[in-house]
C-alpha cells in the first residue's frame, strides 16, 4: 500500500514539474544555452559541459519556479550531444527545446539579454518578458570576450551577474579571482534570484568560496 502512495505521488511530482516548466515556456523565464561555440573545445571540456548541463536540468526540475530552457546551436552530429547522451541519464527525454538554429534567429533580438561577465550592464532584475543567453563555454576553453563579442555583433544587449555590486575581493593564498562561473552555477544565481528577489542571496548560492569573492557584509 505504501509503495502504491509512493509510486503514485512520485507520478504526481513529474506531472507537476512538467506542467510547470511548460507554463515556463509560454509565460516566462526562458533561458538559452548557446552551444554553438562547442566546436572549440576538447573532449575533457565538453564532458564538463554535458555534466554542467545536467547539474543545471536538475536544479531547474526542483524549483518552485523553473525557466524554459532551449538548447541552441546544438546539432544531433555533434560531439557535445554525444557527450549529452553519454553522460546524462534520459537526455534523449529532456523536457525543454533543441534546435539548430542560433539563438539570435529564433527570438526577436530586442528580447535577448546575454549574460557574460565582460558587459558593462550589471543585472538588476530578471524580467519575464526577455530571454537570457549562456554562453555555452567552459573554463578552460574561455577566449577573452568571445560571448560579448558575438553579443555586440547582433546587436543584443549583454548583462553581467551583479558581482562587483554586492561582493568584494577575499585575500586568498593564490591571489585568484574570478567572476567566471560555470553555466549550472550562473543558473543557481538566476534561480534563487526569482525565488528570493535577493541578490546577495542569490549570489551567495552561485559563486563559491573558491572564485576569490564574498558578500560584502561579510567583510563588515
Known sequence: MVLGICQHSKRF???LTKEKLLEAK????RLCIDLSMSHHMSKKELSR???QIRRLYGSNK????????????FT????????CLRMNDGFSSYLLDITEEDCFSL???????YLTPDSEHALEDVDLNKVYILGGL???SIQKKVTFQKAREYCVKTARLPIQEYMVRNHNGKNYHSEILAINQVFDILSTYLETHNWPEALKKGVSSGKGYILRNSVE
Not at 107 to 113: A, C, G, K, N
Open 107 to 113: 527570438f526577436p533580438l530586442e528580447t535577448l539579454v
Open 26 to 29: 509560454h509565460s516566462g523565464p
Open 138 to 140: 567552459v573554463d578552460e
Open 49 to 51: 559541459l554535458a555534466g
Open 76 to 83: 544531433t552530429d555533434s560531439p557535445i550531444y554525444e557527450e
Open 62 to 73: 526542483k524549483a518552485d519556479r523553473p525557466f524554459w530552457i532551449c538548447l541552441t546551436g
Open 13 to 15: 511530482l513529474r506531472a
